[in-house]
Each structure stands twice: as structure tokens, then as C-alpha cells.
């Protein structure tokens, strides 16, 4: 085995540091999740699946008294927000980042390299920023904010993202595999349905994860063009903590993070899935 150089030591201390300092204050969250103290969250008391009770409405004697969450219907709701919100951008930013990516990929025209950096803009913009020129472009345009005004501000930076992923799937395709179905005498969409879209197609999946993942957690742009009754899940949390610090805050954060890791990695399945049958 080769010895280790005193650099090679230097870095791997690093990257423990670094994972260190990445991922403790989610693991804390995570413990603290199941503390039984409702008054000091950061002071072990016990272990307790009473805050994730509590959320649900399903409170034991312990948090009937000293429960924090203002009404497991308003919860509920902005749950159900996130999810309708998440769901219809993503297919939305689906649609419109995989038709970009691959109109931009296999055709040129005037102002193509214009155009694909303004795919980036939304990427690199201040979310604060953003979420102040839409309010203002609602507001001016008469729209009434809700859920459909935050899925129309999603989509504009999540087609960005999807845009991205799957171009760089197109990079690594093969042009030949298209002219070949071209020269079999299949016509563009034959060609697009049977062989570009199962060849791009963990592109595709993988970049609508990750919008339903961003738009899940979106705070700062939904906070600005969400109306009274489309509170999201971040909003709803946002609420909470203005109040102080509570033990269901963590219990929440806890779920969300859950939520996230199972559709990365069902990410991850679907693309080891597809790679593995081509």
C-alpha cells in the first residue's frame, strides 16, 4: 500500500472537517427531533416520538399541555400547497427545460448563445430579487397571488435547472444514433420518441426531481407571491419560528429532510435503472 504524503493526510483531515461542519447541524436537528423537552430544545431530557405526534394531531398527555403547533389543519394545508405547488411547476419546468434543451442542442439559430444565457439568469439572480419583480409584474398585472402565481414563479427558475441537467445529457449523446433513425425513415418526433427520449430520459427524470426538491423548500421568492390562503410548508415553518424556537419545528425539518433523501435517491434508482438497460 503506498504511504500516505503528508498533503494526502492534510486534505483527508480537511474533507472530515468539512463533511463535519456540512452535515452537523442536520444531524443535531435530527436528534433533537425526538427530545422530550418542550421548554429548552437543545437540553436533553428524554426521547419522546411526541412532537411528530403532536404534528399530526395524535398529541399524547405530555404534549396536550405543552404542544406548540397552532392547528394541525393549518399544517396539513400548507402541506398540501407545497405538494400541489410542487408538482404542477415541476411538470411545467419539465415540459418546457427538456423542449429548450434539446431545440437549443440540435438546432442552431440567430441569437442561440443569447438566449441560452438567459436560461442562466434566473440561476444566478438573488432570490430576493426575484421575488420582488414578480410580485411587482403580479401585482401590476392584476393577478390575484396563490398557488398558481407561485407555480408561474417557479417555473421560472426551475426550467433553468431542468434545462441544465438535461443538456448535459445531450452532450454526451451520440448526434449519429438520431441521422441513423433519420436514415431508417423515421420522421423527427419517431425519432425524438424512440430514440432520443429514452436515451435522455434519466436527464429528464433527474432534472424534475430536483425541481420538486427545490420547490419544495423554496422560501424567499414563494414568501413574496403567495396569498393568504396558499401558504406553503417553508412559509408555514417561517410562521412558527418567528414565535420561538419549537420542538415541532425540528420534527418537520426532520420529515422534510426524510422526504428529500427518498426522491434523490429514487433519482439516483431510476438513472442506475435506465443506464444499466442501455
Not at 79 to 96: E, R
Request: net charge positive.
Amino acid at each position: 500500500m503506498k504511504k500516505q504524503t503528508p498533503l494526502g493526510r492534510l486534505l483527508s483531515i480537511y474533507s472530515v472537517f468539512f463533511f463535519l461542519f456540512l452535515y452537523a447541524p442536520v444531524i443535531l436537528i435530527v436528534i433533537y427531533s425526538f427530545n422530550s423537552n418542550p421548554i429548552n430544545i437543545m437540553i436533553w431530557d428524554g426521547f419522546t416520538f411526541d412532537w411528530y405526534r403532536s404534528i399530526f394531531g395524535l398529541a399524547t398527555s405530555l404534549t396536550d399541555t405543552s404542544s406548540y403547533v397552532d392547528s394541525t389543519d393549518q399544517l396539513l394545508n400548507a402541506l398540501l400547497n407545497s405538494l400541489i405547488v410542487a408538482a404542477s411547476a415541476t411538470l411545467v419546468a419539465t415540459f418546457l427545460g427538456t423542449s429548450t434543451a434539446v431545440a437549443l442542442a440540435r438546432y442552431r439559430f440567430k441569437l442561440h448563445s443569447f438566449y441560452r444565457l438567459l436560461l442562466f439568469v434566473p440561476m444566478v439572480m438573488p432570490d430576493i430579487v426575484l421575488g420582488i419583480a414578480l410580485l411587482i409584474f403580479f401585482v401590476g398585472a392584476g393577478f390575484t397571488l396563490g398557488n398558481s402565481t407561485i407555480i408561474i414563479g417557479h417555473c421560472t427558475f426551475l426550467t433553468s435547472y431542468v434545462f441544465i441537467v438535461v443538456s448535459a445529457r445531450l452532450a454526451g449523446m451520440n448526434p449519429l444514433t438520431e441521422a441513423a433513425s433519420a436514415d431508417l425513415g423515421a420522421n423527427e418526433w419517431q425519432t425524438f420518441r424512440r430514440v432520443t427520449l429514452p436515451l435522455i430520459l434519466p436527464g429528464v427524470i433527474g432534472g424534475a426531481l430536483l425541481s420538486f426538491i427545490i420547490s419544495m423548500d423554496d422560501l424567499v421568492i414563494t414568501y413574496f407571491i403567495s396569498g393568504v390562503d396558499s401558504t406553503t410548508l417553508p412559509v408555514f415553518i417561517l410562521g412558527m419560528i418567528r414565535r420561538g424556537i419549537k420542538p415541532e419545528i425540528n420534527a418537520i425539518a426532520t420529515l422534510m429532510l426524510l422526504f428529500s433523501v427518498v426522491i434523490a435517491s429514487a433519482g439516483i434508482y431510476f438513472k442506475s435503472k435506465n443506464t444499466s438497460t442501455h
